[in-house]
């Protein structure tokens, strides 16, 4: 499972010209689903964006998390974090789950990242989806499990 997570200050998400939903700050996830992955990795990947402390704190150190700033959290699948081009110039994405699991496994990691009292809006899983996000910093963490 591979996250790219960034802070931002506002996302929205469309789908053929509409709105499905939009954050005001928080952080922005694009989660990929590889082969093999499970609902183990996503309550390790809950634990994980729960916690991370990259948003600042009074003294300016990254030192508070989603929650601690009353942040939210867009939730967007994206299988392309599984293209490998080592082979050429046109990505193979072999290593992303199989839709059908990688859906479950999504909306699995979603429900943990509410367990937690956080606010969670989702892109559209499978959908070509249009995403505006106004980056805070910016900063964009890169974490793999």
């Known amino acids: 499972m591979k996250a790219v997570i960034q802070r931002v ?18 952080l922005a996830v694009y989660i990929g689903i590889g082969r093999g992955d499970s609902f183990n990795h996503a309550d390790l990947m809950a634990k994980k964006i729960s916690k991370l402390r990259i948003f600042e704190d ?39 789950e199989e839709p059908a699991l990688a859906l479950k496994i999504y909306k699995y990691l979603e429900s943990k990242l509410c367990q937690v009292g956080l606010k969670v809006k989702l892109g559209e899983f499978g959908a070509d989806m249009k995403i505006q996000q106004f980056n805070d910093g910016p900063v964009t963490i890169i974490y793999e499990i």
């Not at 499905?20 to 700050?25: R, T």
């Not at 601690?68 to 299988?79: A, K, N, R, T």
Request: charged residues 15%; aromatic residues 8%.
């Open 9 to 26: 200050k506002h996302t929205s998400v469309t789908v053929d010209g509409r709105l499905i939903s939009e954050i005001p700050f928080g």
């Open 58 to 96: 009074v003294n300016g150190k990254m030192n508070l998390s989603v929650s601690d700033v009353g942040g939210e959290i867009m939730l967007i699948s994206q299988f392309t974090l599984y293209g490998d081009c080592s082979h050429g110039n046109r990505p193979s994405f072999i290593q992303a």
